[in-house]
């Protein structure tokens, strides 16, 4: 079992739709989560980054993390097809020397 | 511009002969780290180092190896690369610290015939 599952989706929606992206973990001690924005031919880019449990907003992203129930989501509002992407989400433990673990990321296409 | 660059962006080479994928950032991060990317298995760490001198292995570190002399480059070696080394490859980079995240490169497409 991976320790970051993730559905890979693809996941189509309409361009103004809520988007809801998900993912579970298994190891405990992971404590930073991040999500990151993958276009396609480039590099994966930092969207969201939050320590432990909570809620963290930027503009019309919200990352949202559920420790009890190990369920990390990030959610988009608006959506526009510029945020048409690969979606991965990643975790590491804070004695880990900060070696990311990544889920298998979902492809996300917002139509005009 | 911030940023981290890997060289080559595409290779095709033959089964076993060596080569080195470069990586260069110009952030003076400490930490950098060498990723994988395979459909359906996603980024796979292959390896990471905290500082100049200081490398270790990440979860797929087989039949790759790195150097980290200068706080700037972190090659990646394959001395006899195969065809299961066929993937994309991506070298990321991030300061001290647990306020950041990484920043990656472009990537190197790499394929082993």
Known sequence: ?112 | EAQVTQNPRYLITVTGKKLTVTCSQNMNHEYMSWYRQDPGLGLRQIYYSMNVEVTDKGDVPEGYKVSRKEKRNFPLILESPSPNQTSLYFCASSPAGTDYGYTFGSGTRLTVV
Request: aromatic share 14%.
């Open chain 1, 1 to 112: 079992q991976k320790e970051v599952e993730q559905d890979p989706g693809p996941l189509s929606v309409p361009e103004g739709a809520i988007v809801s992206l998900n993912c579970t973990y298994s190891n405990s001690a992971f404590q930073y989560f991040m999500w990151y924005r993958q276009y396609s031919r480039k590099g994966p880019e930092l969207l969201m980054y939050t320590y432990s449990s909570g809620n963290k907003e930027d503009g019309r992203f919200t990352a949202q993390v559920d420790k009890s129930s190990k369920y990390i989501s990030l959610f988009i509002r608006d959506s526009q097809p510029s945020d048409s992407a690969t979606y991965l989400c990643a975790s590491f433990s804070s004695g880990s020397a900060r070696q990311l673990t990544f889920g298998s990321g979902t492809q996300l296409t917002v139509l005009p």
